[in-house]
């Protein structure tokens, strides 16, 4: 798989966390096991992983030029999403969670790697772009998640759009304060999966 070296704010790059991967995250790197940006990228890689490792190779030329463009697409957007990006006030559920002048918050990367985490439930989609459309600093302002996603071929894609955006409804629900206003879902593209033992086809 080529690589892209994107730079998280950490200073790590995609190429660092990829190779962390391949070795079986051996010998153990401390600062990437605690560092939350390494640790969404590394997720969202795996996921990536699973998904190009289904796919049909295609001998063709423009196939593979394509290939090349869809997959940088993802590594550019894993290494954007996964810095920290916005601050994401909280109000705590009870008074005594937070001492005088405290302010608690999550991060704009957190949220989205909450996201991508829903969507790893579906075996047959990849989430590519992921984006909080609104003001997030705003307690109660109005969001809109934006996410682009690829598919397996054969996948229904009604019912994968819905089943994505129950999920994800779910999560945000469950792990974050924001008001959702909608989840807009566009299916950019469609991967043929290997179909075993269908060599000669």
């Given at each position: 798989?080529?690589?892209?070296?994107?730079?998280?704010?950490?200073?790590?790059?995609?190429?660092?966390?990829?190779?962390?991967?391949?070795?079986?995250?051996?010998?153990?790197?401390?600062?990437?096991?605690?560092?939350?940006?390494?640790?969404?990228?590394l997720?969202?890689?795996?996921q990536?992983?699973?998904?190009?490792?289904?796919?049909?190779?295609?001998?063709?030329?423009e196939?593979?030029?394509?290939?090349?463009?869809?997959?940088?697409?993802?590594?550019?957007?894993?290494?954007?999403?996964?810095?920290?990006?916005?601050?994401?006030?909280?109000?705590?559920?009870?008074?005594?969670?937070?001492?005088?002048?405290?302010?608690?918050?999550?991060?704009?990367?957190?949220?989205?790697?909450?996201?991508?985490?829903?969507?790893?439930?579906?075996?047959?989609?990849?989430?590519?772009?992921?984006?909080?459309?609104?003001?997030?600093?705003?307690?109660?302002?109005?969001?809109?998640?934006?996410?682009?996603?690829?598919?397996?071929?054969?996948?229904?894609?009604?019912?994968?759009?819905?089943?994505?955006?129950?999920?994800i409804?779910?999560?945000?629900?469950?792990?974050?304060?924001?008001?959702?206003?909608?989840?807009?879902?566009?299916?950019?593209?469609?991967?043929?999966?290997?179909?075993?033992?269908?060599?000669?086809q």
């Amino acid at each position: 798989m080529s690589k892209n070296p994107e730079t998280l704010s950490c200073g790590r790059t995609l190429d660092q966390l990829s190779d962390y991967l391949d070795a079986g995250r051996q010998p153990a790197d401390p600062y990437i096991d605690t560092c939350a940006e390494c640790q969404a990228a590394l997720h969202a890689l795996e996921q990536l992983n699973a998904l190009t490792s289904e796919l049909v190779d295609q001998d063709s030329r423009e196939q593979s030029e394509a290939d090349a463009d869809w997959l940088g697409s993802i590594f550019s957007n894993i290494a954007f999403e996964a810095r920290s990006g916005r601050s994401i006030p909280i109000d705590p559920v009870l008074p005594e969670a937070a001492g005088p002048g405290d302010e608690l918050s999550q991060t704009e990367g957190a949220v989205i790697s909450l996201i991508r985490a829903a969507g790893d439930e579906l075996d047959n989609a990849m989430i590519g772009r992921c984006r909080l459309e609104g003001d997030v600093t705003e307690p109660g302002a109005e969001i809109r998640v934006d996410i682009r996603v690829t598919a397996l071929w054969g996948a229904p894609l009604q019912r994968l759009a819905k089943e994505l955006r129950r999920k994800i409804y779910a999560a945000l629900a469950l792990h974050t304060q924001l008001t959702i206003s909608g989840i807009d879902i566009a299916i950019i593209d469609i991967q043929r999966a290997e179909e075993l033992g269908d060599d000669n086809q």
